[in-house]
């Protein structure tokens, strides 16, 4: 009987380790940043056995983030295999750039454009051609999506609105999406690389571009699957609310939802979850 089970139990378990991906590490030279900029990548069961294309996921990191992140803390390749597996998600090429530091007061973190760090600029010309020609993925709006947590659904969210025709969705988790600035700032604190990347969520606010929006840019949004999801502890819940609420008054279509939870891991491992499959429902 003992046997029996053990064998049954083994046999549930091969399509999962049938269908595992693998992570590797990557890097490239910038010309933009004049830096070496490393990221990770998720690559599917099977990749390099063929010429198979695939369609490609950006995975942004948070604020103290690295591109480690994802993989060390949020179990991407877990998650991936067991998705793809079941048959809920679909083979995809998972890209994860590094855009920061856990030093925040003295490294520059964030993805758009600030004195000395052009990082929206490394990220569509330099970085997302080349790690789509080396891993061929993406390559057109309806194979490529746009994902990331806190500071980095922020970025996605920003970077789907600037460059609509670039990603066919945005799953912004605990999306930090506008920021307050206070007035009078010191020499002292403006030589902050933290105070730089606040100006500079501030400076891209996701609220500010859709109340800005003209009827063209409105029209353009509506082409990407937007999707918002925070936890009713978390402290950026009022602001993925707002953009919910002012994208469905334009009728720009968007997904709002409200979990148990905080911003920590637990709820950003799980919203992966979801997110993958909503990515792969989206794809063409």
Not at 24 to 32: A, N, Q
Not at 38 to 58: I, M, Q, S
Not at 165 to 177: I, P, Q, T, V
Not at 246 to 273: C, F, I, P, Q, T
Request: charge should be negative; include cysteine; proline fraction near 4%.
């Amino acid at each position: 009987m003992k046997r029996i089970l053990t064998a049954t139990l083994l046999m549930l378990a091969l399509p999962v380790f049938s269908r595992a991906g693998n992570i590797v590490t990557d890097s490239l030279r910038s010309r933009i940043l004049d830096a070496t900029v490393p990221y990770k990548v998720y690559l599917p069961d099977g990749f390099g056995k063929g010429e198979k294309t695939y369609p490609a996921v950006y995975l942004l990191h948070g604020l103290y983030g690295t591109c480690d992140d994802w993989d060390r803390r949020g179990s991407v390749k877990l998650v991936a295999d067991e998705l793809i597996g079941s048959g809920e998600a679909i083979e995809m090429v998972i890209i994860m750039p590094n855009a920061g530091h856990p030093d925040i007061h003295h490294v520059q973190n964030g993805y758009f454009n600030v004195p000395g760090w052009r990082y929206e600029d490394f990220f569509f010309q330099e970085l997302m051609p080349a790690v789509e020609q080396k891993y061929r993925a993406g390559g057109a709006k309806g194979k490529r999506a746009v994902m990331g947590l806190s500071m980095g659904g922020g970025g996605s969210t920003v970077y789907s609105q600037r460059h609509p025709d670039c990603f066919s969705s945005c799953y912004a988790m605990s999306a930090w999406l506008d920021q307050e600035m206070d007035g009078a700032v010191s020499e002292e604190e403006k030589a902050d690389k933290y105070y730089l990347v606040r100006q500079s969520v501030h400076d891209h606010s996701t609220l500010a571009f859709i109340d800005q929006a003209d009827e063209d840019t409105l029209e353009r949004l509506r082409t990407v699957r937007w999707f918002f999801d925070c936890g009713d502890d978390d402290f950026l819940l009022g602001l993925s609310m707002h953009i919910h609420l002012k994208m469905r008054d334009k009728k720009v279509k968007s997904e709002l939802r409200v979990r148990n939870g905080a911003h920590n891991w637990e709820y950003w491992h799980l919203a992966l979850r979801e997110a993958l499959p909503f990515a792969s429902r989206n794809f063409d």
